[in-house]
């Protein structure tokens, strides 16, 4: 388990077997007294990336679901642009009069509807 204090606006925490091992050893290195204030096991605390904040004086372990959200659509944002990048070509063939816009007008609307969805959560 990994235990968790906070002092002075700072974080400290401890791993170990038994919370009364983790309040020694804190006592012991960081002068800190009481009972750990958030505990997590050691998966649950990897899982989060081994990050904990303060966030409004509150102990958060992980990413906030605001912050994973952020990151879901960053990734989404670059699979869109990947998928704009790859249809370039219809740009092309359309500006050297190779091909028309109605007849690439399914791909056209499809490439419009991809960079609004890039707007929407670029703004969000």
């Known amino acids: 388990m990994v235990y968790f204090w906070k002092k002075n606006g700072r974080i400290y925490h401890h791993a170990a077997e038994t ?3 983790a309040m020694r050893t804190a006592k012991q290195m960081d002068g800190l ?3 750990p204030q958030v505990w997590a096991s050691d998966d649950e605390f990897e899982s989060g990336g081994c990050l904990a904040r303060l966030i409004d ?3 958060v372990i992980g990413r906030t679901e605001a912050e994973k ?6 990734k989404r944002v670059r699979v869109l642009k990947r998928l704009l990048s790859d249809t ?15 007849h690439y007008a399914d791909k056209l609307a499809q490439r419009q509807a991809w960079r609004t969805e890039i707007q929407e959560l670029e703004s969000a």
């Open 57 to 59: 004086g509150a102990i």
């Open 33 to 35: 007294t009481g009972q």
């Open 19 to 21: 919370k009364e091992a």
């Open 69 to 74: 959200q952020a990151g879901l659509n960053e």
């Open 88 to 102: 370039d070509y219809i740009a092309v063939k359309i500006a050297e009069g190779a091909a028309t816009a109605d």
